[in-house]
């Protein structure tokens, strides 16, 4: 039944000929209830596989926009919707205790898979209040203070940590700058990679910048299959390179943006399949498979010692980076 | 007209001709420089005597890694090291020019290989890694090379137990090394999380401009942080600020003096006097290693270490 379950879904650009199709069948299959025809049923059972066809053929061969077109789904799992899956009995704790709560940074208590772990995420917001609420996912200093300070009491009580990284980056406000968005950020880099206990990255939608980075120095990184993780979107790129906000398509692929490239040059751990189409399409589904595929890597990283996970932690980013080096 | 008298008086003619001859704009650029900020015309070399502040309204105009460097360090105590890095293509990446083709055209405009320069050296007499950013070189941007050479010189600071200066000058990510530039700032935060535990001196100087994910990183992690008079220096770009919030930012904004007012920097500190604050900062700090008496600052028995290399 594609064309009902696709219904309720809004459809991007790149999904429009599949949008048309699921059209036709559904209005001949509302003439093929007013008056049956063996005809007519054998058309739509074959428009019906022309749709499955088309639609594997489709998502088989996104380019990076389309990925980035689906991580931005308004429809997509937002770090609430994975923490409500993973354990409808998770606690919130709010404030950075210096004067701020930032709603774009969720902090959490929750057993994941039967781990109990301390868990942060960027969150986007759902409704036009959430989003403007949650600065459509871009925090502030406060929210990064915030997430500083879960590190620091998951560090105390030797708890491992999960961190949801969805943002288009920080906050670029006065207030944010005068409250001095740089330091935090900064600050969360080197404390996080010092940490003794485990900490698991999944990227679930952007991973923008150095704003998803302040969350993300982790022991292991994870990527949703449509995610994106770039140091300066693809429409910053373009204005700034290519000098034309028309460029975006070039920018993402010359920048190498998705999960599946970003495994291939060793900065991903793993990239976790979403269903057909997106994680939007059965939300139930995706947050299962990231979920058991997190505390995986927990258990695994669970028999390293706390010097170890710091090392490991420490010398995976010390690798980073490509470079010439001659002799000397 | 006998011959000498020619000669005498084509000669006067040569001379009369050189003397009209009016200055090229190269010639002219080179001998005078217009302040920026007061629009004084001042004459290079003075300028030049002055620290490059205009002696008018004290506007720091931005220098290079090479003059920072002469003008902090002890003649001749400067030791490059790392210098034998340089920029791969990981991306292998091409926007309107391929990466390859800009770097060299980077090159040829700053004269370096990089856009930070990393050593050891002695300022007033006490020994330091100092590492010194480039604006000039693609705008100061931090690539793997940044990355690794500053990572490497904070390395090096822990191994001999040296304090760390940072002079920093960007405008931020190498776009061109996409994912690799940002696992910089992770890199080099990492490591100064050993040198912070270790119990070593780390002084961050900003200049004009400092921004994205230079200041996002190493230069906002200093045990203290120094900036120039006027610098810039900010996380976001002032335009994509104004875009996002849809007003325009008052003109003091991002200034090293807005950040002092807000807490974010300790000291504003002119550029003539930059060299006896790090020295006085450095001494402060100075102390014997564990377990033996005080008998004179860290900084000379490391100087000494420095200059046994
Ligand atoms: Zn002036």
């Avoid at chain 2, 990355?147 to 960007?170: D, M, N």
């Avoid at chain 2, 610098?231 to 090293?256: D, H, S, W, Y």
Wanted: contains cysteine; proline residues 5%.
């Amino acid at each position: 039944m594609p064309a009902q379950l696709e219904k309720k879904i809004v459809p991007l650009e790149f999904e429009q000929p599949l949008m048309l199709l699921s059209q036709q069948i559904e209005a001949l299959e509302k003439q093929l209830a007013d008056n049956p025809n063996p005809d007519l049923e054998a058309d739509i059972s074959q428009l019906h596989e022309q749709y499955n066809h088309l639609r594997r053929s489709l998502y088989a061969n996104l380019r990076p926009i389309d990925h980035l077109a689906i991580a931005r789904h308004p429809q997509r799992p937002y770090t609430r919707d994975y923490f409500d899956r993973w354990d409808p009995q998770w606690i919130e704790v709010h404030g950075d205790r210096q004067g701020a709560d930032d709603p774009a940074m969720v902090a959490a208590l929750l057993t994941l898979d039967g781990i109990g772990v301390v868990a942060i995420g960027t969150q986007k917001g759902r409704t036009l209040r959430d989003k403007q609420q949650c600065n459509f996912g871009m925090p502030q200093p406060e929210g990064y203070r915030k997430a500083l300070r879960l590190f620091h009491h998951a560090e105390k009580f030797g708890l491992p940590v999960v961190t949801l990284i969805d943002t288009p980056g920080a906050y670029p406000g006065m207030a944010a700058e005068e409250h001095n968005q740089a330091q935090a950020i900064a600050m969360n880099l080197r404390e996080l990679s010092a940490l003794s206990v485990p900490v698991v990255a999944l990227v679930t939608g952007e991973g923008g910048s150095g704003g998803a980075l302040a969350i993300g120095v982790t022991n292991r990184i994870l990527m949703l299959e449509h995610s994106v993780y770039s140091v300066i979107s693809p429409e910053g790129c373009a204005s700034i390179l290519w000098r034309s906000g028309e460029k975006v398509a070039e920018a993402a692929q010359a920048m190498k943006i998705t999960a599946r490239e970003l495994f291939s040059l060793k900065v991903v751990d793993e990239v976790i399949d979403e269903p057909l189409g997106g994680a939007h399409h059965d939300a139930d589904f995706a947050a299962r498979v990231a979920g058991q595929a997190i505390a995986g890597h927990l258990r695994d990283l669970g028999k390293m010692s706390g010097d170890q996970l710091r090392e490991d932690r420490q010398s995976k980013f010390r690798r980073m980076g490509s470079f010439i080096e001659s002799g000397s | 007209m006998d011959l000498k008298e020619w000669f005498a008086s084509r000669r006067q003619k040569r001379e009369a001709m050189q003397v009209k001859q009016p200055l090229t704009t190269e010639e002219y650029c080179a001998l005078w420089t217009q302040c920026f900020q007061c629009r004084e015309l001042l004459y290079t070399r003075d300028l030049r005597n002055n620290f490059h502040v205009c002696p008018k309204c004290q506007y720091h105009f931005r220098i290079g890694a090479e003059e920072r460097i002469e003008q902090i360090c002890d003649a001749g105590s400067f030791a490059e090291l790392f210098s034998n890095l340089e920029s791969a293509d990981p991306l292998g990446f091409v926007d309107t020019d391929t990466y390859p083709n800009r770097m060299m055209e980077a090159t040829r405009k700053s004269g370096l290989k990089e856009a930070v320069v990393t050593g050891t050296c002695l300022i007033e007499g006490t020994a330091c890694a100092l590492a010194v950013m480039d604006f000039g070189h693609f705008g100061g941007s931090m690539g793997s090379v940044v990355g690794e050479k500053t990572t490497r010189l904070i390395e090096k600071a822990l191994e001999l137990s040296l304090p760390l200066v940072i002079v920093s000058s960007s405008g931020g990510a190498r776009m061109q090394e996409g994912i690799f530039s940002l696992m910089q700032m992770a890199k080099t935060s990492s490591a100064l999380h050993s040198l912070h535990k270790a119990g070593l001196l780390y002084i961050s100087v900003l200049t004009e401009p400092t921004f994205g994910g230079v200041t996002a990183s190493f230069a906002m992690l200093g045990d203290f942080i120094i900036a120039e008079p006027g610098a810039r220096i900010g996380f976001a770009g002032r335009r994509v600020i104004e875009q996002t919030i849809r007003q325009k930012l008052p003109n003091e904004f991002q200034t090293a003096e807005h950040l002092l007012k807000h807490g974010q920097v300790d000291m504003v500190v002119e550029r003539s006097r930059l060299k006896e604050v790090l020295n006085r900062l450095m001494s402060f700090h100075a102390r014997p290693p564990a377990g033996q008496p005080h008998n004179g600052p860290r900084g000379r028995q490391a100087a000494e270490t420095v200059s046994r290399r």
